[in-house]
C-alpha cells in the first residue's frame, strides 16, 4: 500500500513527535527527505529566505553537549525565522529539580517544540507523554533519528536513488545502528551488520528490524565478521567505539574491537563505487586516514546534512508546507 509521488504531498506530520524512526513509516520516511532537500536547494542552491518558523521558538534541552547537533539545530531553525533556545544541565534539571512531567508541561505553554539530547530514552517517553508540542529526540542511548535522516540524504544525493543499495555497519551495536534498523528496509536498503561479540545490537531491535526486512524484502546480515560484512556493500558505515568510561573499561573495549578498523582492504571486497560515512567525532582506531580523507568518505556533506534534515523534520512538525522540488528518487 506504498503511495507513489502523487500522493506523497498528501502525507502529514505536523503536530506528531520523533522519538524513533521505528514510529515512522515508509511514506512519511520519504517525505521528510523530500522536504529536507527541498529546503536544502531552495535556501542553500537558489539562496532564497524562507521564515516558515517565523513566530516560533524551540528548547533545545542537552544533558550530553555535541557540535553538530546543537549547531544544525540552532542554526537550522534561526536560518527559518524562529527563535532556539539553549538548555543545559545547569538551565534544566530534568526529573531532579523538577519531574519530567513538570518540565514537559511548562515548556508546552512557552514553546513550540522541544528537541532533546538526553541520556535515558525514557526521559524522552516521559517528556513526549506530558507534552502538547511535538518532542524530537536529539540522540538517546538507544536511538539517534535525526543522524540516520542525514546519513539517507547523504547517500540519496551521492547515487541518485536508496533502493536496492547495500549498507553495511562495522562496530558498536549503538544508537546509531539502532536507528539504521528501524529505518533501512522501509527505504529498500539491505543492512549487513558486524558487531563484536558481546556488543550486538538490542534484541528487541534486531527482531523488529527481522520483522521489517521481510515486510520490505531486504536483506539483514549479523555477523562478527567485518570482511563478510563489507563484502559486496555500497556503504561502509562506523561510529565511536568508546564514548565513555573508565581508562580500564575503554582499553577492554579497544581490545575487543581489534580488527573492526574500516582501511583500503575493508573496501576492497565492497563494491567498486563503495563510499563511507561516520557521523564523527572520530577517533583514528576506528578508521584510518586513507580511508577517513579520500573522495570515498562522504563524512563532511553528512555533516552538513543534519542542518538540512533536522530543518526538514522541524518544518515537517510545525507546518503543512509542501515541497517545490520534484520529489526525490528513492
Known amino acids: ?65 555535541s557540535t553538530r547537533t546543537r549547531m544544525s539545530t540552532e542554526t537550522g531553525f534561526a536560518l527559518l525565522g524562529g527563535h532556539p533556545c539553549f538548555l543545559t544541565s545547569q538551565d534544566i534539571h530534568l526529573g531532579v529539580n523538577e519531574s519530567c512531567a513538570d518540565t514537559a508541561r511548562v515548556l508546552s505553554g512557552l514553546c513550540d517544540i522541544v528537541l532533546a539530547r538526553v541520556y535515558s530514552h525514557s526521559t524522552l517517553e516521559e517528556l513526549d507523554k506530558e507534552a502538547s508540542i511535538p518532542i524530537i529526540n536529539g540522540l538517546s542511548d538507544l536511538y539517534h533519528p535525526i543522524q540516520i535522516l542525514a546519513d539517507f540524504l547523504t547517500l540519496q544525493e551521492h547515487y541518485g536513488s536508496l533502493n536496492g543499495l547495500t549498507v553495511t555497519w562495522i562496530g558498536d551495536g549503538n544508537n546509531v545502528l539502532h536507528s539504521f534498523m528501524m529505518t533501512a528496509a522501509k527505504l529498500g536498503v539491505h543492512l549487513r551488520i558486524a558487531t563484536p561479540k558481546g556488543y550486538e545490537p538490542e534484541k528487541s531491535v534486531i527482531l523488529e528490524a527481522q520483522r521489517l526486512s521481510k515486510e520490505y524484502g531486504t536483506q539483514l546480515v549479523l555477523t562478527s565478521d567485518p570482511m563478510e560484512a563489507a563484502h559486496g556493500s555500497n556503504v561502509l558505515v562506523t561510529d565511536t567505539w568508546v564514548s565513555m568510561g573508565q581508562e580500564e573499561e575503554k582499553k577492554k573495549r579497544l581490545k575487543d574491537f581489534e580488527g573492526y578498523q574500516i582501511t583500503m582492504q575493508t573496501g576492497s571486497v565492497a563494491k567498486p563505487d563503495w563510499t563511507f560515512l561516520h557521523c564523527l567525532p572520530r577517533k583514528m582506531e576506528e578508521v584510518d586516514d586513507m580511508v577517513f580523507y579520500s573522495s570515498r568518505s562522504l563524512v563532511f556533506p553528512e555533516a552538513e546534512n543534519r542542518k538540512w534534515t533536522i530543518m526538514g523534520l522541524m518544518v515537517s512538525l510545525l507546518t503543512s508546507y509542501t515541497p517545490q522540488i520534484p520529489m526525490l528518487k528513492f
Open 1 to 65: 500500500q506504498h503511495i507513489g509521488p502523487a500522493a506523497q504531498g498528501a502525507v502529514s506530520l505536523k503536530g506528531r513527535s520523533c522519538l524513533t524512526l521505528k514510529d515512522f513509516s515508509s511514506d512519511e520516511i520519504k517525505k521528510l527527505l523530500w522536504v529536507s532537500g527541498d529546503l536544502k536547494h531552495r535556501i542553500k542552491h537558489e539562496k532564497q529566505y524562507l521564515p516558515l518558523l517565523q513566530g516560533k521558538s524551540i528548547a533545545m534541552i542537552f544533558e550530553k553537549r
